[in-house]
Nanobody, 115 residues
Framework: VQVVESGGGMVQAGGSLRLSCAVS????????WAWYRQTPGGERTLVAR????????FYIDSVKGRFSITKDNAKNTIFLQMYNLKPEDTAIYYC?????????WGQGTQVTVSS
């Protein structure tokens, strides 16, 4: 299984980014996938989850109304659309199953938001 996260970058506060997570080696449509983020010295924490059985979305409180998780089953790709970015969103973003028991995540993609 290979996971490749991309789409990160440097933006000013209030800006937008769309992250992509391309998965190969397994089919994502019947799995619950999520985006996580990690800051220097911090733990990797859940940001958003998309449940496979009914496409129920979950977001942590700090990103509700600003982030949107979606997927394209045909392309085996998960997305995270991020609007109105804030400096506290600065982190390396990863995707993996939820729970991430197998540790599929890739190298991550850096998101840096300047004030």
């Amino acid at each position: 299984v290979q996971v490749v996260e991309s789409g990160g970058g440097m933006v000013q506060a209030g800006g937008s980014l769309r992250l992509s997570c391309a998965v190969s080696g397994l089919t994502i449509w019947y799995l619950t996938w999520a985006w996580y983020r990690q800051t220097p010295g911090g733990e990797r924490t859940l940001v958003a989850r998309l449940r496979w059985m009914d496409n129920t979305e979950f977001y942590i409180d700090s990103v509700k109304g600003r982030f949107s998780i979606t997927k394209d089953n045909a392309k085996n790709t998960i997305f995270l659309q991020m609007y109105n970015l804030k400096p506290e969103d600065t982190a390396i973003y990863y995707c993996d199953e939820d729970p991430p028991d197998a540790g599929y995540w890739g190298q991550g993609t850096q998101v840096t938001v300047s004030s």
